[in-house]
């Protein structure tokens, strides 16, 4: 197992969060992704939001995957809580702690700031069953699909 490290990303880490997130969009879309220059312009845009923790997760030092959290508010969560918006870690890396690393990271991160929750949305199924069973495995509770409007 590598060592794993994390770090939190700056807006001058904007085009590796941006590597990673294109991949992560990339493979959701099949193949359909914004290009990576929009994902990156978006990526400076998100990191200069003080309401935004992205993390930069390594492995023996080498960047090896990425997690975007979001703070939100709803009366039904009983005020702030967490929203992991972007999770990736590249497939070569994958099944080696690195994301129950980066939820441990989210964790902490909502415990500091009072959260009484974190939520995630997981991608269309049963396409993306492994991705479901790995928040079951970390004691995410499956509460039901999210749905978009694009405005």
């Keep these: 197992m590598p060592t794993i490290s994390t770090r939190r990303a700056e807006v001058t880490d904007a085009a590796t969060v941006a590597r990673f997130v294109y991949a992560l969009l990339d493979e959701l879309s099949d193949g ?36 975007v959290l979001n703070e939100c508010t709803a009366i039904y969560a009983g005020g702030k809580f ?46 993306w069953k492994r991705t479901l069973d790995f928040y079951l495995r970390n004691r995410f509770e499956e509460v039901g699909p999210r749905l978009r409007r694009m405005i």
């Design 82 to 127: 967490g929203a992991i918006s972007e999770l990736y870690v590249r497939p070569d890396m994958r099944s080696q702690g690195i994301a129950p690393h980066l939820i441990a990271v989210a964790l902490a991160e909502g415990r500091a700031r009072g959260w009484k929750r974190l939520e995630v949305g997981a991608p269309r199924q049963p396409k």
């Design 32 to 67: 359909k992704a914004p290009g990576i220059e929009i994902v990156t312009q978006n990526a400076e845009t998100v990191l200069a939001d003080i309401s935004v923790v992205a993390v930069i997760a390594c492995a023996d030092n080498e960047p090896v995957g990425v997690m």
